[in-house]
């Protein structure tokens, strides 16, 4: 039975930079560490450079076509056969056909080149069921959290990763203790104060910070941020006009009197 080369290479240690790094990002199970540069800036210049060269062939074509409307029809037989077209541009001294079919050739590589970096642009790198994070502007090294505690494996550095399940439990809480604040708090804060202007000041506080909270931590759409937001609006209000707060009960006390 053969050894896997990655479980074989646990115990090894890697002199720091790219060695290291590599190890470290192979160690990763939840692959939250693979984590590289698109390099924007370079591949739109590099397909800037294609369209312009696209662009001085198309330029050429045209001209060919050009002088080919006038040819004489014996001439014209090769841009209605390829075969014809191939052979007569092979042929000893038949310059003009030649170019022809150089261009043709030229066009059909450079357009191939031109469309795959397009799609190799637009689909970015999926592999299988790993869909690599592709950062703009962030240096490699960026993504390595130097931690005290213990290793994973064996390197020159203090390096660790943080589990991609402890991320979702430590957001999940974070998620928990918002909520909290945004419902119970302002409840809360709305009963203990008195002043009719400053309970609906903080009306309009919390409402603000809910919208906030749902538009940045959620994907709700702009129509469901709304109605989220009416919704809550109207939770508070209705709590504030319900006298169900210390102020709502001095107001219920002065109408009965």
């Not at 409840?187 to 749902?214: H, M, P, Q, S, W």
């Amino acid at each position: 039975m053969s050894e896997d080369p990655e479980s074989a290479s646990a115990g090894m240690r890697y002199a720091r930079g790219y060695p290291s790094l590599a190890a470290f990002i192979a160690s990763d199970c939840d692959h939250s560490t693979s984590i590289y540069r698109r390099f924007d800036r370079l591949s739109a210049r590099n397909l800037l450079y294609l369209q312009s060269e696209l662009a001085e062939l198309e330029a050429k074509q045209d001209t060919f076509d050009n002088e080919d409307h006038r040819a004489s029809t014996h001439d014209k037989q090769s841009l209605r056969d390829w075969r014809k077209f191939r052979e007569r541009a092979k042929s000893p001294g038949n310059l003009k056909e030649r170019q022809r079919l150089d261009l043709a050739l030229e066009i059909r590589q450079k357009l191939h080149e031109y469309r795959e970096a397009i799609v190799l642009e637009s689909t970015y790198f999926h592999l299988k069921d790993l869909l690599l994070a592709l950062l703009r502007h962030i240096d490699t090294y960026s993504i390595i959290y130097k931690l005290t505690g213990p290793q994973t494996y064996k390197t020159s550095g203090e390096l660790a990763y943080i589990s991609e399940r402890k991320l979702r439990v430590a957001a999940a809480i974070i998620n928990v203790i918002l909520v909290a604040a945004i419902l119970f708090g302002a409840i809360y804060n709305l009963y203990c104060v008195k002043d009719e202007r400053k309970r609906l000041g903080l009306v309009a506080v919390y409402t603000t910070a809910f919208a906030a909270c749902v538009g940045l931590i959620t994907k709700a759409k702009s129509s469901d941020l709304f109605a989220a937001c009416a919704a809550y609006a109207a939770v508070l209000v209705v709590f504030v006009s319900g006298g169900l707060g210390n102020g709502g009960r001095s107001s219920s006390t002065n109408n009965l009197g």
